[in-house]
């Protein structure tokens, strides 16, 4: 089967490599559509992993083989392949912090290789693990690939929306309004908060509005805090969101958010980011900093519910579709976006 294979920083080979043998336990599921995803560029493009090893975890496709012992799994079936599930037994997990545990770090789906998500390959093994604790979600037949390949990151953004505990009537500053940044604000609307947001570009400040944000601020406007304040009966926002890894968004966001609110940071920085902070923002002002890491198996239900309902148009997002063997091109654009670059889809 051909493969997008990770064989080092921004090398990335079109190869014929062995489809997946299974298991007893495991299920063979062939991909359909593969969202291109942030973190699997962040892979590509620094030394955070050994190669070989093939990424994708956005993944949704039909069950293509079953091992003897897989019960009410039927060839031909089309699922969204959740690339990790938790063990639901350790502190972690018991703790809700199941993006922590190390069964859900360390078995992964993998089309060879070191286990990396494996949705850049024509055919992707699920472990029995999980295959068994829920990592394979049955896609209704109204709903499309495309669609259902967005279940994985509306989950990791609604982990988000739920850590940071937004309700209704709240109001939510977006830092970032490219593919996540969108989802971000289609979510917050769906819960019933007022998202505000920000970007570079001026197509995503449109783009945001469109999809449902009540403003959206060109990100370097001097006049951001006063905005926000204005929209805010002089408050500042409860919420902000960083979905870009900027220090310059942080501190705008110190300055949007009101006393008592939270930030939370999405976007990953890179390593070498330290960013100089007053302790005292956090105790006279009290704002709650967090952070939100991948997904939830809590919220996997919901995230599959609202994207098979259709409850957040996910299609508005989708912006270009390339063939898997022009994935270094996608990553290329996705880090270099045109006005109308968002969500990036890969067809093996
Ligand atoms: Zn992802
Ligand atoms: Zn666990």
């Not at 799994?73 to 912090?97: E, S």
């Not at 859900?104 to 029995?128: D, Q, R």
């Not at 905005?227 to 805010?232: D, R």
């Amino acid at each position: 089967m051909k493969a997008q294979v990770f064989r080092g920083v921004n090398q990335l080979s079109y190869e014929d490599i062995p489809e997946p043998t299974l298991e007893a336990d495991e299920v063979l599921v062939k991909v359909k559509v593969v969202g291109l995803c942030q973190s699997d560029i962040k892979k590509i493009r620094y030394p955070l992993y050994e190669p070989p090893r093939i990424f994708g975890h956005e993944t949704a496709g039909t069950i293509a083989a079953v091992g003897s012992q897989v019960k009410n799994w039927q060839l031909g079936q089309r699922v969204a392949v959740m690339h990790h599930i938790p063990c639901m037994r350790c502190n972690y997990c018991l703790n809700d912090n199941f993006s922590m545990c190390d069964t859900y770090k360390n078995i992964c789906t993998t089309a060879g290789f070191t286990p990396s998500g494996g949705g850049f390959a024509e055919y992707v093994k699920v472990p029995g693990h999980i295959v068994q604790n829920g990592g394979l979600i049955p896609i209704p037949d109204n709903i499309s690939f495309e669609e259902a390949s967005f279940v994985e990151p509306t989950n990791c953004c609604l982990k988000a929306v739920k850590k940071a505990q937004i309700t209704p009537g709240q109001t939510v500053l977006i830092a970032g309004a490219g593919p996540i940044g969108l989802m971000f604000v289609m979510l917050v609307k769906y819960f019933g908060a007022r998202a505000f947001a920000t970007d570079l570009l001026p197509s995503r400040i449109d783009k945001a509005l469109a999809v449902g944000a009540e403003a959206a601020f060109e990100a370097r406007d001097a006049n951001l805090a006063n905005n926000i304040k204005v929209l805010t009966d002089g408050m500042g926002v409860d919420v902000t969101l960083l979905a870009v890894p900027s220090e310059k968004a942080f501190f705008q966001a110190l300055e949007c958010t009101r006393k008592g609110g939270k930030i939370l940071f999405f976007a990953e920085f890179p390593d070498e980011v330290e960013i100089p902070l007053n302790p005292n923002v956090l105790y006279r002002r009290e704002i709650d900093l967090m952070g939100s890491y991948s997904s939830s198996y809590r919220w996997q239900n919901l995230s599959a519910d609202i994207i098979f309902h259709r409850r957040i148009d996910v299609q508005a997002l989708i912006s270009d579709r390339y063939p898997l063997k022009d994935l270094s091109q996608a990553v290329e654009q996705a880090i270099a976006p045109t006005p109308q670059t968002y969500k990036i889809l890969i067809y093996p």
